[in-house]
């Protein structure tokens, strides 16, 4: 974006001046800005029409009384070009583009769309194809169809803002019976020279947004995207997406498992991790994730204190709680004395804490017993009602005196205050409304409650250690451009050569023709393995090429005529002279995978999980990006299968799990530092055992003409 356009952008936002260009999609939209009480100029421009919305409307474009800061275009796509160009010319500041008919249809459409970009010049461009922009800090409607803002209405202080490639998806979010307020509404279309990472930097530094959803189906700059959410995260401003279109797309240029275990969305999956951005799989858990964090804010952390007035609903919190990651510390022993001293006879001590029926209602301890309990120093709090809507008035004294009590306790401690109800229908919007006016983020089930606390969370603890780490630096993506051209795939002997020059350790072996292999195997000493090496068979189980648990020279000599008998049955133009005679790894503890490929996107792309040829089918995998951490490795290696065998699994020996991560973070390191040429790496099996981790099987693929020593 140039330093033109960016100031374009700014206008667009804050806009003294609309446009509405076109026929009745441009009238509908005006409509929309005059009932939102729009306080700037408002033009139409038609040639048939003398008014449009009521305010006046000229018959071209060059006929404005001045460039507008902001237009909605709805011509057909014949004319569009035209038009923008006419925009530009009369010192437009953007264009949201809502006519269609462009990249969406082909080629011939995309043709027209890029003769468009070309003619809006330093405009901000959104769509085209796009539902529109709400503006609701500004009163601002550039959107054809009726919405959540109310006529009117007054600016909005403070919300969410929401980004959508789905358009009536944000027709959707803005009629939300959840009491979440939004800033502005953006449907991005096309992209067509704007996308969702560029409305990002501009939502970002604006003070009035308290946090951003997305609705994506995949981003046009991940480089990009990474460096708004990296802003984000520094600030404190959470980014809530939802992905949309998981399916798993295979990695071109893929030869090793890594890449048949590092799909579209396990990308994505890693890159939201990295970032902060928090991932839900529904746009109601999006709304109460917002909802949250505009209301009550972002917890630091993940200890929570919940309250409620019944065993079952301390109970569904609990098993809600814990597939989240998100825990209930036990009461200190202090804390302990004090409730039970506060609470009836029949409470018990707990978290969550079921406070009973004889407090229900009472204020004045209610609000003593809450603010003693959060004396350990919780991260926030949850209180689990659910209101009788269906009877209403007096009945909710009770139920209002306890919301009363929790929100008083939960400020003077300082902490988010969560009131969530077990159905979404329980909390009507006078009682979400009473809650939100004095800091209680009023949730709407208790599922989406605790999903969005676990969310909200996560995001929190990240920005509480950046505040504290190198500002981001660590999380920016790897790139490099890279010589597709020379694409090699080395023998496995070079392979790990050169991974145990960085500090990966490798079996001893000897590079042998056929008739060294016996005495090479006598040399390292029995059993060992044989294989066949060869550039042109990186895969050599299924040819037969690899025999394993080989005890004498005999043996040796009997396997090195057997693999040469099935890869001349395999592929008789494959030479079968050159063998890799290795010491057999002996009693391992686990079998793992660690391979890293580049991703022309997402950059280096590690996959650690468990390992062996059943790899692909048990998909116990954990990916992550690089540059990587220890901490972030030992994370996810924590999180496999794979990690209750390195521990000792039913009585079994455990393994050094210190050398595993050391190990992972050395092939890390090593595909880093060969970042101009490495396009995929894969060791597997990763033999881990009692006190040491060997790399048995490597295959490596560089690009461009890298030198034998692989510096």
């Not at 709680?321 to 409730?339: H, M, N």
């Not at 929100?407 to 109800?421: D, E, M």
Request: net charge negative; glycine share 10%; charged share 20%.
């Amino acid at each position: 974006m140039t330093p033109d356009c960016r100031k374009n952008l700014k206008r667009l936002f804050a806009p003294m001046s609309v446009a509405f260009v076109g026929g009745n999609s441009a009238e509908l939209a005006a409509q929309q800005c005059v009932k939102g009480g729009f306080r700037g100029k408002i033009w139409g421009v038609n040639p048939k029409r003398s008014q449009m919305a009521g305010q006046p409307c000229f018959a071209r474009i060059e006929d404005l009384p001045a460039g507008p800061d902001a237009v909605f275009l709805a011509v057909p796509s014949a004319a569009a070009v035209e038009a923008v160009g006419a925009l530009r010319r009369v010192g437009t500041g953007g264009v949201v583009c809502y006519s269609a008919g462009f990249g969406e249809l082909g080629e011939e459409g995309a043709e027209l769309e890029r003769a468009m970009i070309v003619a809006a010049g330093d405009m901000a461009f959104v769509g085209p194809n796009c539902s529109g922009m709400l503006n609701y800090v500004e009163s601002a409607a550039l959107w054809p169809f009726d919405h959540g803002g109310a006529p009117g209405g007054k600016p909005v202080k403070r919300g969410a803002a929401f980004i959508t490639q789905s358009g009536m998806l944000g027709n959707t979010v803005t009629m939300n019976q959840r009491d979440l307020p939004f800033t502005y509404v953006i449907s991005s279309g096309n992209q067509g020279m704007l996308g969702v990472e560029d409305f990002l930097d501009e939502l970002i530094e604006d003070p009035r947004v308290s946090a951003i959803g997305l609705y994506i189906e995949g981003l046009r700059d991940i480089g990009k995207f990474s460096e708004a959410a990296i802003r984000a995260l520094q600030v404190g401003k959470p980014i809530v997406a939802q992905k949309a279109g998981t399916s798993d797309i295979g990695a071109q240029l893929t030869i090793t498992h890594t890449g048949s275990l590092s799909g579209t969305d396990e990308l994505y999956q890693a890159l939201f991790d990295r970032l902060g951005v928090i991932r839900v799989r529904s746009t109601v858990t999006m709304l109460e994730t917002l909802k949250l964090i505009t209301i009550a804010g972002v917890p630091r952390g993940k200890r929570l204190a919940g309250l409620t007035c019944s065993g079952g609903d301390s109970t569904m919190l609990a098993d809600g709680a814990e597939p989240l990651d998100l825990a209930f510390p036990a009461a200190s022993v202090d804390v302990a004395r004090t409730l039970t001293e506060i609470l009836p006879p029949i409470a018990t001590v707990a978290n969550p804490l079921d406070y009973t029926t004889p407090l229900w209602g009472h204020e004045e301890p209610l609000t003593r017993a809450f603010s003693t309990m959060f004396e350990d120093g919780f991260d926030a709090a949850i209180m689990v009602q659910d209101y009788p809507v269906l009877v209403g008035g007096d009945s909710y004294a009770p139920y209002l005196a306890d919301a009363r009590a929790f929100a008083a306790a939960t400020r003077t401690a300082g902490i988010p205050g969560v009131v969530c109800s077990i159905l979404p229908e329980n909390l009507d919007g006078d009682v979400r409304a009473l809650m939100a006016a004095d800091g209680v983020a009023p949730l709407q089930g208790i599922n989406d409650a605790l999903k969005a606390l676990a969310g909200a969370a996560r995001f929190g603890a990240l920005h509480e250690r950046m505040k504290s780490g190198n500002g981001g630096d660590a999380l920016r993506l790897l790139s490099s451009p890279i010589d597709y051209g020379a694409l090699r795939v080395l023998e496995e002997w070079e392979g790990k050569k050169r991974l145990a020059a960085a500090g990966v350790s490798i079996p001893e072996g000897r590079l042998v023709n056929a008739s060294g292999a016996p005495s090479a195997a006598e040399e390292i000493g029995f059993p060992v393995v044989v294989k066949l090496v060869s550039e042109d068979l990186p895969h050599k189980t299924e040819a037969g090429a690899v025999m394993i648990g080989l005890n004498s020279t005999a043996a040796v000599s009997e396997a090195v005529a057997a693999i040469q008998d099935n890869v001349e049955y395999y592929d008789p133009e494959i030479t079968v002279d050159c063998f890799l005679v290795e010491a057999m790894v002996l009693k391992p503890v686990a079998e793992m995978l660690v391979g890293v490929r580049r991703d022309p996107s997402f950059g280096l792309v590690m996959v650690i999980g468990g390992g062996g040829t059943m790899a692909e089918l048990m998909r116990d995998t954990s990916v992550l990006l690089l540059p990587t951490t220890r901490e972030v490795i030992a994370e996810k290696l924590a999180s496999l299968k794979v990690s209750r065998l390195l521990d000792g699994f039913r009585g079994a020996p455990a393994a050094d799990r210190d050398k595993v991560i050391d190990t992972i973070l050395n092939v890390a390191n090593f595909a880093e530092n060969h970042l101009d040429t490495l396009l995929e790496l894969d060791i597997n099996p990763l033999i881990v055992t009692t006190d040491h981790v060997w790399a048995v099987d490597v295959l490596l693929q560089i690009a461009g003409q890298e030198g034998g020593d692989g510096k």
